[in-house]
């Protein structure tokens, strides 16, 4: 079985809008939640988000182009430039068409329709020209294939909170099949408009103030935005070619719940994690980090706590584990790809990033938990948890590359 690796991460989230920055932000644990700026906040009961800020369209594409990219598709053409600069990569010859795009988004271009709605319903005006292209949810895998002249297989995969992780494990098996060889994946949201805060305060899960994952008094989740894309090749493409090499991506495990639609349950989480050691060849205890996916919602911390000790075992209690959802916001589609662009980052500077916001323990959440500062530790490999409503889970698993 081909072996797979990462050589090249962009991030673009609340706390930068590239990897340096998100690093600096997590490393000094520095939160990116504040008041939302994009519209005005009045009508709403959460009025915070984590908002990339200062982020300037012409800054990146000239204006005939940026006319046809809602924000969730910039974003993801952000990273995958990053990703692709810090890779070293270049798509020429017969790779630009031995090359995949994977992009996970949960909604799409939820900016455009939320703003073309408003025009119709409310203003009486007509929609946007390029609304349908700027709203269709592969519109960022697109944009990413076009930007870079890639012509190999490009979609994009939708599994709510859990697709980046199910769009990078879509893409490890197109990479271990022999299918391509080389794969751009992660994922990319922007969902912080009106309607869609609305829609979310009505679930009732919504924080007013901060987000605080596993923690006593913890109020619910705060939406974030942004994009994390990855270069992914075969071991064999990444040495001829003299890669440098972040991590090995050993295993993307997956399974369903096949319960409710939005309350977690303990066996499917559980059967992700156990599905991605087994199929890393791993033991529990060789996890030396998880980012869990810690919404800050009173039952999901506690089911996955649960889950992890079902898992783990003893090692439950010795393994770090932190959120950082509570730095860069619950970024739904994306939210696996900036939260295992982290977990790489972690793992590069031997520092496990802090769960913010904590105020003191909740016995229902009993984990060996990094909060309020970051911890230096190393981190041989880790395990990146994405857990998403209608019951479907994704687990990643990264080890640091020894040959």
Same mark, same amino acid.
């Given at each position: 079985?081909?072996?797979?690796?990462?050589?090249?991460?962009?991030?673009?989230?609340?706390?930068?809008?590239?990897?340096?920055?998100?690093?600096?932000?997590?490393?000094?644990?520095?939160?990116?939640?504040?008041?939302?700026?994009?519209?005005?906040?009045?009508?709403?009961?959460?009025?915070?988000?984590?908002?990339?800020?200062?982020?300037?369209?012409? $800054?990146?594409?000239?204006?005939?182009?940026?006319?046809?990219?809602?924000?969730?598709?910039?974003?993801?053409?952000?990273?995958?430039?990053? *990703?692709?600069?810090?890779?070293?990569?270049?798509?020429?010859?017969?790779?630009?068409?031995?090359?995949?795009?994977?992009?996970?988004?949960?909604?799409?271009?939820?900016?455009?329709?939320?703003?073309?709605?408003?025009?119709?319903?409310?203003?009486?005006?007509?929609?946007?020209?390029?609304?349908?292209?700027?709203?269709?949810?592969?519109?960022?895998?697109?944009?990413?294939?076009?930007?870079?002249?890639?012509?190999?297989?490009?979609?994009?995969?939708?599994?709510?909170?859990?697709?980046?992780?199910? *769009?990078?494990?879509?893409?490890?098996?197109?990479?271990?099949?022999?299918?391509?060889?080389?794969?751009?994946?992660?994922?990319?949201?922007?969902?912080?408009?009106?309607?869609?805060?609305?829609?979310?305060?009505?679930?009732?899960?919504?924080?007013? $103030?901060?987000?605080?994952?596993?923690?006593?008094?913890?109020?619910?989740?705060?939406?974030?935005?942004?994009?994390?894309?990855?270069?992914?090749?075969?071991?064999?493409?990444?040495?001829?070619? !003299?890669?440098?090499?972040?991590?090995?991506?050993?295993?993307? !495990?997956?399974?369903?719940?096949?319960?409710?639609?939005?309350?977690?349950?303990?066996? !499917?989480?559980?059967?992700?994690?156990?599905?991605?050691?087994?199929?890393?060849?791993?033991?529990?205890?060789?996890?030396?980090?998880?980012?869990?996916?810690?919404?800050? %919602?009173?039952?999901?911390? *506690?089911?996955?706590?649960?889950?992890?000790?079902?898992?783990?075992?003893?090692?439950?209690?010795? =393994?770090?584990?932190?959120? %950082?959802?509570?730095?860069?916001?619950?970024?739904?589609?994306?939210?696996?790809?900036?939260?295992?662009?982290? %977990?790489?980052?972690?793992?590069?500077? !031997?520092? =496990?990033?802090? %769960?913010?916001?904590?105020?003191?323990?909740?016995?229902?959440?009993?984990?060996?938990?990094?909060?309020?500062?970051?911890?230096?530790?190393?981190?041989?490999?880790?395990?990146?948890?994405?857990?998403?409503?209608?019951?479907?889970?994704?687990?990643?698993?990264?080890?640091?590359? *020894?040959?």
């Amino acid at each position: 079985m081909r072996r797979v690796v990462i050589t090249g991460l962009g991030v673009v989230s609340a706390l930068g809008t590239n990897a340096a920055g998100n690093w600096d932000s997590l490393a000094a644990a520095r939160s990116g939640i504040a008041p939302i700026t994009l519209f005005p906040n009045d009508a709403l009961t959460a009025k915070v988000a984590a908002e990339v800020k200062g982020y300037n369209t012409l $800054d990146h594409f000239p204006e005939k182009q940026s006319a046809f990219m809602d924000r969730f598709a910039q974003f993801a053409v952000v990273a995958a430039r990053e *990703a692709v600069g810090h890779s070293g990569i270049a798509f020429d010859g017969q790779l630009k068409s031995r090359t995949a795009v994977v992009v996970g988004s949960g909604v799409g271009g939820i900016t455009t329709l939320d703003e073309n709605f408003e025009r119709l319903y409310k203003n009486g005006l007509r929609v946007h020209p390029f609304c349908i292209p700027r709203f269709m949810a592969n519109a960022g895998a697109s944009h990413v294939s076009m930007a870079l002249g890639i012509t190999g297989p490009s979609f994009t995969v939708a599994s709510a909170c859990a697709s980046a992780n199910h *769009a990078l494990g879509v893409a490890l098996q197109m990479l271990r099949a022999g299918a391509v060889d080389v794969a751009l994946s992660g994922g990319s949201e922007a969902t912080i408009t009106f309607g869609t805060m609305k829609g979310w305060e009505a679930l009732r899960v919504m924080a007013p $103030d901060a987000c605080r994952p596993f923690s006593a008094g913890r109020r619910g989740m705060v939406l974030g935005e942004g994009a994390g894309i990855f270069v992914l090749e075969t071991l064999e493409h990444a040495k001829a070619r !003299g890669a440098a090499i972040l991590a090995e991506l050993m295993a993307v !495990g997956m399974s369903s719940d096949a319960g409710d639609l939005t309350l977690p349950n303990l066996e !499917g989480p559980t059967a992700a994690m156990r599905a991605a050691l087994a199929e890393a060849a791993m033991a529990p205890e060789a996890i030396d980090y998880i980012n869990a996916h810690g919404t800050g %919602t009173i039952a999901n911390d *506690a089911t996955e706590t649960k889950a992890i000790h079902a898992v783990f075992g003893g090692h439950a209690r010795a =393994v770090p584990v932190s959120s %950082t959802k509570s730095a860069h916001g619950h970024g739904l589609g994306a939210a696996g790809a900036i939260e295992l662009a982290a %977990t790489l980052l972690a793992m590069k500077h !031997g520092v =496990v990033p802090a %769960t913010l916001n904590y105020v003191e323990p909740d016995p229902a959440c009993d984990l060996n938990l990094v909060v309020n500062q970051p911890r230096e530790a190393r981190i041989d490999a880790a395990m990146s948890n994405s857990f998403a409503f209608g019951g479907l889970n994704a687990v990643v698993i990264v080890r640091r590359f *020894a040959g």
